[in-house]
């Protein structure tokens, strides 16, 4: 099947803390005179049918990209999978194109090279990630994901040492 951006809801995940920025907002960031996001809202808005922002501070500034703006069903910032599985339970549509608000850089056609990759390897989920660091960190945030992904099929209520979620065992 090809990639049909009509059957794809984009989200820009902007919900974190951003404690190694020393707390100033990833997304707001500017660059070239621009904040960060206004470069991933470029990238992502005609790879999807409808796009909205993740963000659990400074909506208003968020809003000013002309997008919704939606917060973590959870209220302790427990990363980018919370901003993940509330997207979904708003997605309408087949996929969810997920993107970090601080990728200034993302590719016009991540959605296609994710949905062609996931459909190559007749995968759930297809995520970006960096082979050389690889076996430290998977870019969760840069990803295709179903909305009904059995990843969130059990209620997420758990948060590690490492700040990530974790799902209740069933």
Request: hydrophobic share 40%; glycine share 8%.
């Amino acid at each position: 099947m090809k990639y049909d951006s009509s059957m794809v809801t984009g989200v820009i995940l902007a919900g974190g803390r951003a404690t190694r920025m020393g707390g100033n907002d990833k997304g707001l960031i500017e660059l070239a005179g621009r904040p960060m996001i206004e470069y991933v809202v470029d990238s992502m808005k005609n790879q999807v049918s409808d796009l909205y922002i993740n963000a659990n501070r400074n909506e208003a500034a968020y809003q000013r990209c002309g997008y919704p703006v939606f917060n973590d069903s959870r209220d302790d910032f427990a990363g980018p999978l919370a901003g993940i599985a509330t997207a979904m339970g708003r997605a309408t549509t087949e996929l969810l194109l997920v993107a970090p608000c601080d990728g200034p850089w993302l590719p016009q056609d991540l959605g296609e090279r994710l949905y062609r990759e996931m459909s190559l390897a007749g995968a759930d989920v297809c995520m970006a990630h960096d082979a050389a660091a690889c076996s430290r960190f998977m870019a969760s945030s840069a990803a295709i994901w179903p909305p009904a992904s059995s990843i969130f099929s059990t209620p997420v209520t758990a948060r590690s040492s490492s700040g990530s979620i974790s799902r209740d065992q069933p």
